[in-house]
């Protein structure tokens, strides 16, 4: 039975994108997996892509090659979709009570009773083998690499009700993909990487800080923790410093790596645009939570373009 005042199944939840075929064209029995797996959502796997990116053209640039390895690229794209699905369908499981208290949440399809946990559990460990697969496809130190970020994928959901900054610990699965993306071409870990995953760390704190004033007040009656809970009236300052200190190790990364002008003037674009979006906080309101969180999508694409036209103008032209 769907959750009391969860709103009608098939319904679009109120952070999908309007319109999405999903809701719109997909067969209805496919329709609430497909929204376990975020797909009418694509923020999350856009974010959980871009340190990949970032990493894969950075290395580009330290290896003296004119292109990011786009085989790389590609299944850095299908492996974020996959696992990020995976990663929401773990986390959906587990968070089903709460979210049934939260209105955002309490029409998703475990809350509202359209698909049953065990269901959700097969759906995941199918996801997750296509992962695997994909992960298959890299070298040896970067498969272990990525099975080590399970660990993280699997405390995360537990985190916001422990800790004040479950933020942090989503930070650092978010931004695995930093380490991984050099890694698949190196077969190790060099600074460039390190500096990257801290700056894509401190990126995810900032922008999913963002997306919690949302549910702010909802939180406050839950007791779930969050970082916009515990920032509070200090919100957008410590936004702010999260996303300075994310440029500066970005900074760090590109100076390491032998970075080229254009690499510079990606990193000040993607700088300009995480301003823009601290300065809009003053006022903020959940629409425009939801706007600005959505914006780190193009944001980071201004300095994965920057850093890949980089090492194409520079080795090869």
């Given amino acids: 039975m769907p959750a009391p005042g969860a709103p009608i199944p098939d319904a679009p939840l109120p952070d999908a994108l309007t319109g999405h075929w999903v809701d719109t064209r997909a067969p209805r029995r496919l329709r609430p997996y497909l929204k376990l797996a975020r797909i009418e959502r694509p923020v999350g796997w856009q974010l959980l892509l871009l340190p990949c990116w970032w990493a894969a053209a950075l290395a580009a640039i330290a290896g003296r090659q004119a292109f990011p390895d786009l085989r790389h690229c590609l299944l850095f794209l299908i492996g974020a979709v996959v696992m990020r699905a995976a990663g929401s369908t773990f986390n959906d499981i587990v968070d089903r009570k709460l979210d049934a208290q939260v209105a955002r949440t309490r029409g998703r399809p475990l809350p509202s009773g359209q698909v049953s946990a065990r269901a959700a559990a097969i759906f995941m460990v199918g996801l997750s083998l296509v992962g695997l697969l994909v992960l298959l496809q890299f070298n040896r130190f970067t498969i272990w690499l990525g099975i080590g970020s399970l660990a993280i994928v699997a405390i995360y959901p537990f985190m916001k009700r422990i800790t004040q900054m479950p933020q942090f610990v989503l930070g650092l699965a978010f931004s695995w ?98 301003g823009w979006q601290v300065s809009r906080l003053a006022q903020v309101t959940p629409v425009l939570a939801l706007r600005l969180f959505r914006a780190n999508w193009p944001a980071g694409l201004l300095l994965a373009t920057g850093l890949a036209l980089d090492a194409l103008l520079r080795f090869g032209i």
């Fill in 177 to 274: 993909g930093a380490l991984v993306g050099w890694s698949a071409v190196f077969g190790r870990l060099d600074p460039p990487a390190y500096l990257l995953y801290a700056a894509a760390v401190l990126w995810t704190i900032g922008y999913d800080t963002i997306y919690a004033l949302q549910d702010i007040e909802d939180d406050v009656l839950v007791g779930i923790k969050s970082s916009a809970r515990y920032f509070g009236r200090h919100a957008q300052a410590a936004i702010g410093g999260c996303f300075l200190l994310c440029v500066l190790l970005i900074g760090g990364a590109v100076w390491l790596a032998d970075g080229g002008v254009v690499a510079w003037l990606g990193l000040a674009a993607f700088a300009g645009h995480l």
